[in-house]
């Protein structure tokens, strides 16, 4: 029971900077079809509830695909699909708009339930749906004509903000109609990812039930390859979209994960599919605004002799030294390269990876990038002085040494109490196969 009581007490700890970034910023998150119909449904929609609960401004996308292909095999109706894009005729259409009415007015249904239901009970927010959206035929594209499926062309923006600004959680459905009076059935997908780009988003969140087999974290460059190898998948080519207009952040979470949107918005790595217009995590030289959470990240190996103990006066007199693995804005490793004067060694320091981080080579991409902005200094040796960690050392290419091998200025500060093994490695001749 403690141990559980730990654990939830870390998780809030971890969730708290989380909180406070996410309050007020518009998350547009997207529901497939099958997401609708999967049996963690209503729990998906409480998760949603509580986000508007903690303050974030919630558009909210929804699909219709095995609904609408449910339908039309009802009405014994030829289901088209090209280039995984749906061919909708007037039939179709008719069958879509039924279907969409449907399961906009169940979501309606459950969410204001749920907003009124203990625990949650945020009877300020209400949920908004409407004709917010303008859209124009997809047209002929390779000699098929798609009919009356179409896409987003314009998003009331000024109306969503002010439903957003009265604590509504807006509700869009996947169609559109033209300023002619035509009606057309959209991608979900697509509707989610222009909203986010028309509203600024902060994060366009997808929620399926499919297994993508995605990396964690994938950057903006490797969408392109992503799409070469997958065509049909046109989400792929709607997070891109978007990550070139200003959304910072699209995720993708299977709905078979308990409280999956919580634990990929409210912790450090998440549990689902992270594309991210600039790097989540990045390697790169220490600033003075990173010398508190270096002291965060080795103030418990000094406790345990690990390293030397440093003040946060002296790590600022010093920060120019170090370099940091920076991921969300926290400071999960470190380590600092000290040039020795007159020589051209340098000292290799406070080498250290969050305990939640190891077994993940982090240490080793560390000591790499270390090694290459030693050399770009004109350094040619790493002297490094440990006590507890020499066999992972040795094991990249460093090599036992004695006090006599050290650079005079060195060996006079020896501290013979402290003991510490001292081991060197030439930059010259590169370099040991990593683990």
Request: charged share 20%; with cysteine.
């Amino acid at each position: 029971m403690k141990k559980q009581s730990c654990t939830r007490i870390d998780f809030f700890h971890e969730a708290a900077p989380y909180i406070h970034n996410h309050r007020d910023k518009t998350f547009v998150i997207a529901i497939s079809g099958e997401v609708i119909a999967h049996p963690r449904f209503t729990n998906i929609l409480k998760d949603i509830s509580i986000l508007t609960s903690l303050g974030v401004r919630v558009i909210l996308v929804h699909g219709a695909r095995p609904q609408l292909n449910h339908q039309l095999i009802q009405l014994q109706h030829k289901i088209e699909v090209v280039n995984d894009l749906r061919i909708t005729d007037p039939v179709t259409l008719q069958a879509a708009i039924e279907v969409i009415g449907t399961i906009r007015i169940t979501l309606e249904n459950k969410l204001t339930q749920i907003l009124n239901t203990p625990p949650i009970v945020n009877n300020e927010t209400g949920v908004i749906s409407g004709n917010l959206i303008t859209a124009k035929p997809l047209g002929v594209i390779k000699g098929v004509d798609y009919k009356h499926t179409g896409e987003v062309r314009k998003i009331n923006t000024a109306l969503v903000h002010a439903l957003l600004d009265n604590k509504n959680l807006v509700l869009l459905s996947p169609l559109g109609f033209s300023p002619t009076g035509e009606t057309y059935n959209l991608r979900y997908e697509q509707v989610a990812s222009f909203t986010a780009k028309a509203m600024k988003a902060e994060k366009l969140i997808f929620l399926h039930a499919e297994a993508l087999g995605l990396p964690q974290q994938t950057e903006r460059n490797g969408l392109d390859q992503l799409i070469a190898e997958h065509p049909g998948k046109h989400i792929y080519r709607d997070i891109r979209d978007a990550l070139d207009h200003q959304v910072q952040r699209v995720h993708l979470i299977h709905a078979t994960i308990k409280g999956g949107l919580l634990l990929e918005l409210y912790t450090r790595d998440g549990v689902g599919a992270l594309f991210s217009a600039n790097r989540y995590e990045d390697i790169h030289p220490a600033t003075i605004e990173h010398v508190t959470g270096i002291l965060e990240l080795i103030q418990p190996l000094e406790k345990k002799g690990v390293l030397i103990k440093r003040s946060r006066e002296q790590l600022e007199l010093e920060i120019d030294n170090f370099s940091v693995i920076e991921r969300d804005q926290k400071i999960i490793g470190c380590a600092a390269c000290y040039p020795i004067a007159e020589t051209r060694t340098g000292e290799l320091a406070c080498l250290a990876i969050h305990p939640d981080y190891h077994g993940q080579q982090r240490g080793d991409t560390l000591l790499n990038y270390i090694e290459e902005q030693a050399q770009q200094a004109g350094l040619s040796e790493l002297l490094v002085l440990t006590t507890q960690t020499t066999d992972w050392f040795q094991e990249r290419g460093f090599k036992p040494g004695s006090v006599d091998d050290l650079p005079a200025v060195k060996k006079a500060l020896y501290n013979y109490q402290r003991k510490s093994h001292i081991l060197l490695k030439s930059l010259t001749s590169q370099q040991s196969d990593t683990i």
